[in-house]
């Protein structure tokens, strides 16, 4: 079974909305896991929007709950990741304006930074993933970074599905990505904007190890609960 990581930042954004303390994001990671999830998958944002530092270092204090922290490559994060050791870290890019998280690392641009970054974080026996986008070149450069796991951004692939346009090239692009990623050794995650019809569509590739699904999930608990969508999520993914 592909492993499912709940991403519950949307939870942290309800509770902020009040400048309170509920719904309270440390019982929302103890109940993800408790439904399902294998992990709990929380970013951390520059401008603190959702997640904030002392719901990270709370969090942290949970057992048997793996934690996966997103940041992004900003030197004052990835201190902050260094610190806080989380079992998993996810690099990923961020526009300060940005509503949610637009594409892929640029990895020829920010090569030299990012390999730095992944190499203090190895050091520390962080599992380092990188955002990317399902392309041949970044599957390649993020093995030669030296990372140990890659997460393919979902997000075209899911709008296609979900407007039942025809995703069958761009699905196409994704499994040559996966079998790539395979034959280098390198574990791969698929994420962002996925639903029950793009979660039962890429379970059937087999190689990926893991989802993060976030939005989805906590917008479908306000109608159907926490419990029945991460099961259904779960059963799809077998």
Partial sequence: MIKLGVNI???ATIRN???ENHPNIIDAAKYVKKCGADSVTIHLREDRR??????LINILKL???PINLEISTNKKMVNIALKKKPNYVCLVPENRKEITTEGGLNLIKNYKKIFQIIKKLNKKKIRTSLFINPNIKSVKLS????TKCIELHTGKLSKLIRNNQNYHIQLNVFKKCVE?????NLKVHAGHGM???TTNILSKLKKIDEFNIGHFIIGEAV???????IKRIKKLSK
């Fill in 143 to 146: 093995k030669k970074l030296g």
């Fill in 9 to 11: 930042d949307h939870i």
């Fill in 223 to 229: 109608f159907y609960g926490l419990n029945k969508v």
């Fill in 17 to 19: 909305a009040r400048g």
């Fill in 50 to 55: 959702h997640i904030k530092d002392t719901d």
């Fill in 195 to 197: 639903d029950y019809k």
């Fill in 63 to 65: 057992k048997n709950t």
């Fill in 180 to 184: 790539l990623a395979n034959s280098l």
